[in-house]
């Protein structure tokens, strides 16, 4: 199996093609949509039946042949596939014997064990014509520059040189990751090293001037404080957030700092490529078109405007198909309707975040991470911080040594925390070492430590 796809301009005008399929599908009318999810879901049935043998068995126990499955409506009477699931698939039975997977990735294991995934050729080519749908959205132009601070992978190691400063051991340089209108997009990756040295990137991107920068918005928003004391500016049209929660309070700070807009893009590695904001910002569009969304809350599926755990059928990777998987993350449902944009692809309005990063209340209720980061840093003006709950009533909370607590403060946050739990509480404040808290490639904000 190869480590990567193989990039080739073959791969780049099979994109520029579907991008154009794409473009026309993001606007389709809510029948249409539905219509096209029933008919991709048919074909996926089809196939897992004949040559996915996970779901060949599935189906014989349940009692189902392909053509119960009629379309979107049907999808209940198949039933979830977990990460656990994933894990035990020792003899890749998920796995297709009739698509090879060109691609392999492992997830970064955040909310436990990790689990591997083969991606086929399809999916890559549509993650790719998603990945350029989304910079159309926000505006993108053949001529702009799109940088990415690109968080290491896991196990990197950087290059420690003899005056004892950490610097990246790769080169920035303009790779053709995809194209638009039959050209490539200039595309940079400033690798960010660990512990990361913000002065350095905050110099490299004020050097790129680029029009869209790619970043984990906690992190941007350390560059901009760099770049402001440096006395740095960039004309970016867009800061687009990605992999991390993105709280109002730092969507404020991005906003002003850079004075750009700030995007939302979301996705997973199981799922790939789930949405994005489009440049109004009424919510973050799902990919419909390329893969079924359900958002569960005990067994069934929530009204607009409420929340629960978002399931996702990936309808474009033969190799490995996910059907009814639950991707661990809580999601709220916006009104429906049809946007600004032209766009009746259903909307998120929030990502709260991992179901286990959530709080648990002293009656079991969960209280989601970007509700508590949110208020934390809003209420009381708190960077980079941490909390570990070790008990339905003891947390730690875990701040840089630079950061100022005020007394009011911190009996601030404790009387937060025992309105979240629902009873008193015991807060220990920890001072961890520079860095350690936002140094590792995708810091947690919340942890539950406790059954």
């Not at 990415?148 to 420690?160: E, K, L, N, S, Y």
């Not at 904001?277 to 973050?284: A, E, S, V």
């Not at 209720?365 to 960077?383: C, Y």
Request: with cysteine; hydrophobic share 40%; glycine share 8%.
């Amino acid at each position: 199996m190869k480590l990567d796809f193989p990039k080739s301009w073959a791969h780049y005008a099979g994109v520029t093609v579907g991008l154009a399929s794409a473009m026309r599908s993001y606007r389709f009318s809510v029948q249409d949509l539905r219509k096209l999810q029933d008919e991709k879901l048919r074909r996926l049935v089809r196939h897992v039946n004949l040559f996915v043998p996970y779901y060949k068995s599935a189906f014989k126990r349940s009692g189902l042949v392909p053509e119960d499955i009629k379309g979107v409506a049907d999808l209940k009477k198949l039933p979830f596939l977990t990460k656990e699931d994933i894990r035990r698939d020792v003899n890749g039975d998920l796995r297709s014997r009739g698509a090879l997977p060109e691609f392999a990735k492992v997830t970064s294991g955040t909310t436990g064990a990790s689990v591997g995934i083969a991606y086929s050729r399809e999916f890559i080519t549509v993650r790719d014509c998603l990945y350029l749908r989304r910079l159309m959205n926000f505006g993108l132009k053949p001529w702009d520059k799109v940088v990415t601070v690109w968080d290491p992978p896991r196990g990197w190691r950087t290059r420690i040189d003899k005056d004892g400063s950490v610097r990246s051991t790769t080169q920035l340089a303009e790779v053709p990751f995809a194209t638009f209108l039959g050209r490539p997009i200039p595309q940079v990756k400033v690798l960010r090293s660990i512990p990361s040295d913000v002065e350095m990137e905050a110099a490299r991107l004020a050097a790129l001037n680029p029009s869209f920068i790619f970043c984990r918005p906690s992190h941007l928003r350390r560059i901009g404080v760099a770049m402001r004391s440096g006395g740095q500016e960039i004309a970016a049209k867009g800061l687009i957030c990605t992999n991390e929660i993105l709280t109002d309070s730092c969507a404020k700070e991005l906003e002003v700092g850079f004075k750009a807009k700030t995007l939302r893009m979301y996705g997973s590695t199981e799922a790939g490529s789930i949405g994005a904001d489009c440049r109004f910002k009424t919510g973050i569009h799902l990919n419909e078109d390329y893969t079924i969304f359900e958002v569960i809350r005990d067994g069934e599926q929530v009204a607009p405007g409420e929340s629960g755990e978002l399931v996702v059928t990936q309808l474009h990777n033969p190799s490995m198909p996910l059907i009814r998987y639950p991707v661990g993350d809580l999601v709220e449902l916006a009104e429906e309707g049809t946007c600004p944009c032209g766009s009746n692809l259903r909307r998120l309005r929030s990502v709260h975040g991992k179901a286990v990063d959530c709080l648990l209340g002293y009656d079991g209720a969960r209280v989601s991470p970007l509700q508590v980061a949110d208020a934390i840093e809003s209420g009381f003006g708190l960077r980079d911080f941490q909390i570990i709950q070790t008990e339905p009533t003891r947390f730690r909370l875990r701040v840089s040594p630079g950061s100022a607590l005020p007394k009011d403060a911190l009996e601030g946050i404790v009387e937060y925390l025992a309105s979240v739990v629902g009873a008193h509480v015991y807060l220990t404040v920890e001072a961890r070492p520079e860095g350690e808290l936002w140094s590792k490639a995708r810091p947690l904000v919340i942890l539950t430590n406790h059954a």
